[in-house]
């Protein structure tokens, strides 16, 4: 299998050179590609001199953005995703590579409880895994992990449900699970990042309670909804059950709380239905997928390099 080791990376230069470096120390053969988000340090400059295939942002687009840049420009039959900060070790790359040989089409590298930066984030990732767990009946040691290898093509066939900031690892891990592929998750040691981690706790605490309801969208709404819908129908007839029994009546929350639970679960049902079709032809690429594997397959085949992307 021909491999692409894609970086997304904004001004990671305190880390780069000692990672690429190591990485063609790893695997001398890998098409190496780092798509620089906009940086304004030299995170550009140094991934040229160890001989990196450098996309460049003008701006930055999100972690998200800088994902599907490499994905849709990467030659090679399985793509291997990594932060550029110096978290991931490259000596785990073999590992995951030797589970897609065994049969899967997406190996995650699941952190250690001692590889989180701090305990809030470490609580927050314990939560995703459970409910992305409750919500696939699989096991999920880590949702949010950024460090995965994975089959090209399967890849680019859920492309255009990649958000653009931090959160694809969750989308593509629940599309996969969705679409009936192979996921299979192996132990790794992330260390700590070099430099300013570019997450900030209020506005992307707020993003991830987000990622909770996508999770059961992008999955099976109405494992999220029935239970919603139950619990207001539960409260609405206990509370019928004691102002009849109190004062002989119906009271209007009643009514209200037994509409909304029918009124959720209807949503939820609608939800489903939408997810079904999303679904439906995940195994062929959809056109704009097919557009960019086409011009992937033109890049490869042509000595010429596009003027956009400095290969040198």
């Known amino acids: ?39 304004t340090d030299a995170t550009s400059d140094i991934a040229r001199e160890q001989g990196a295939y450098v ?4 701006y930055s687009l999100g972690n998200g953005a800088a994902i599907k840049s490499g994905a849709r420009i990467a030659t090679g039959e399985v793509l ?10 490259p000596a785990d790359i073999p590992r995951l590579l030797d589970k897609l040989k065994d049969g899967y089409d997406m190996v995650v590298g699941a952190r250690s409880n001692d ?16 409910l992305a767990s409750y919500m696939t009946g699989q096991p999920i040691a880590d949702l949010t992990s950024g460090f995965r290898a994975v089959r090209a093509d399967k890849f680019r066939a859920f492309i255009y449900l990649l958000p653009n900031g931090f959160s694809y690892p ?24 070099i430099g300013r981690s570019h997450l900030q706790p209020l506005k992307d605490g707020l993003r991830f309670l987000l990622i909770i309801f996508k999770v059961g969208t992008l999955y099976s709404p109405l494992k999220l909804f029935v239970p919603v819908a139950a619990g207001h129908a539960l409260v609405g007839v206990s509370y019928y059950v004691y102002t009849y029994s109190t004062q002989s009546r119906l009271s209007l ?55 956009e992307i400095d290969r040198r």
């Open 115 to 130: 590889s989180q930066a701090n305990w809030w984030r470490g609580l927050a990732n314990q939560i995703y895994n459970h």
């Open 1 to 39: 299998m021909t491999l692409s080791i894609i970086l997304p990376a904004k001004n990671e230069s305190a880390s780069l050179g000692d990672l690429l470096s190591r990485i063609r120390q790893q695997l001398p053969t890998a098409e190496l590609i780092l798509v620089d988000d906009g940086s």
């Open 55 to 58: 996309i460049s942002h003008p």
């Open 80 to 89: 291997v995703f990594m932060d550029a900060d110096g978290q991931h070790d």
């Open 170 to 193: 969750t989308t593509i891990t629940m599309a996969f699970f969705r679409a009936g592929y192979a996921v299979v998750y192996e132990p790794i040691h992330a260390g700590h990042r």
């Open 253 to 307: 929350a009643t009514l209200f709380l037994l509409s909304a639970a029918v009124t959720i679960f209807l949503i939820g049902l609608v939800s489903e239905q939408i997810t079904q079709l999303m679904y439906k032809d995940s195994v062929t690429l959809p056109a704009d997928a097919k557009r960019h594997e086409d011009d992937r397959r033109d890049r490869h085949a042509k000595p010429c390099t596009p003027p």
